[in-house]
């Protein structure tokens, strides 16, 4: 995909990045993809876990073009080293439309659905361990088949960067559900940009080319003030600055939501876009997603 010029190489004759206006803690930097070492760093992160102030201490970063983000690294597929990162496979965010992303995940998924009363390889253990699950039309009630479109933007109820700032330190705090946080910087344009930069493979069972979902996060920067967070080997959190304020806000964004990422529907705690959005979206200053 098309990128800025990377100012990460210049770290390895100056770790602290002081040539960059930064004073940076000491870290690394990240060159390993799934095809061997990248041409050059994708990324730099600290050697120690994250704490509350971190991530305002980098906001002098945006300036040399590098954008924060947490980085889980204590997890069982540990950091972004053995992360199977892709950045070859990635397209650029900008030569996608949102609507028309979402609206293809959305008919793919009604499509490929089967309904309650059908009968499927497997569907005896599914049943016996997830319990009877919700036809298709009682799942994305209040919508049907055909995609709804995109939800209206929402007023900016707080700053998306004290916004993104605030659930940063939140997710470093100890006893946060990430195990071992750490702040990384990444060369990118847009925050939305940063799992295609990266090459992130968290989507791989729903989207290969995640720059695609990246059009749909750049959409939600517009549309939302949501900024990219924090990434696992398969998770993505954002911070959200507007926040849909009504039930039918709500349902709205939740519908996109189910489109970029059914399971956090269809495997997730609540499992019908209508409870989804009243449990997860409304007044949510940050929305979570999770690919099997």
Same mark, same amino acid.
Not at 271 to 282: D, I, K, N, P
């Given at each position: 995909m098309a990128t800025l010029p990377n100012p990460l190489p210049r770290l390895t004759a100056d770790p602290s990045g002081r040539a960059l206006g930064l004073d940076l803690p000491a870290g690394r930097l990240i060159d390993a993809t799934n095809d061997g070492p990248w041409h050059e760093p994708l990324l730099w992160h600290a050697e120690d876990r994250a704490a509350p102030g971190d991530w305002a201490a980098l906001s002098a970063a945006r300036t040399s073009g590098l954008l924060p983000v947490l980085l889980e690294v204590g997890g069982p597929q540990r950091g972004p080293e053995d992360w199977e990162l892709m950045p070859g496979e990635m397209s650029y965010p900008g030569d996608h439309d949102a609507d028309e992303v979402l609206a293809e995940f959305w008919e793919e998924y009604g499509a490929d659905e089967p309904g309650p009363d059908q009968d499927y390889r497997g569907k005896e253990k599914v049943v016996e361990i997830f319990g009877e699950r919700p036809g298709l039309d009682?799942?994305?009630?209040?919508?049907?088949?055909?995609?709804?479109?995109? $939800?209206? &933007?929402? /007023?900016?109820?707080?700053?998306? @960067?004290?916004?993104?700032?605030?659930? $940063? #330190?939140?997710? $470093?705090?100890?006893?946060?559900?990430?195990?071992?946080?750490?702040?990384?910087?990444?060369?990118?344009?847009?925050?939305?940009?940063?799992?295609?930069?990266?090459?992130?493979?968290?989507?791989?069972?729903?989207?290969?080319?995640?720059?695609?979902?990246?059009?749909?996060?750049?959409?939600?920067?517009?549309?939302?003030?949501? =900024?990219? *967070?924090?990434?696992?080997?398969?998770?993505?959190?954002?911070?959200?600055? &507007?926040? /849909? &304020?009504?039930?039918?806000?709500?349902?709205?964004?939740?519908?996109?939501?189910?489109?970029?990422?059914? #399971?956090?529907?269809?495997?997730? #705690?609540?499992?019908?876009?209508?409870?989804? $959005? @009243?449990?997860?979206?409304?007044?949510? =200053? *940050?929305?979570?997603?999770?690919?099997?």
């Open positions: 009682e799942t994305i009630a209040p919508y049907g088949p055909i995609w709804p479109g995109l $939800a209206a &933007a929402g /007023p900016l109820a707080a700053d998306p @960067e004290a916004r993104a700032a605030e659930m $940063a #330190d939140s997710l $470093a705090q100890p006893g946060s559900w990430l195990k071992e946080p750490r702040v990384a910087l990444v060369p990118a344009r847009r925050s939305a940009d940063i799992p295609a930069v990266l090459g992130w493979s968290g989507p791989l069972n729903h989207e290969n080319d995640v720059a695609r979902l990246c059009a749909v996060l750049r959409s939600w920067e517009d549309r939302f003030g949501i =900024r990219v *967070v924090a990434l696992t080997f398969d998770q993505l959190v954002l911070s959200v600055a &507007a926040p /849909p &304020a009504t039930v039918a806000e709500a349902e709205a964004v939740a519908a996109e939501h189910f489109a970029f990422c059914p #399971d956090n529907i269809a495997q997730g #705690d609540h499992q019908t876009l209508r409870e989804y $959005a @009243e449990h997860e979206v409304l007044n949510e =200053r *940050v929305w979570s997603f999770w690919w099997d």
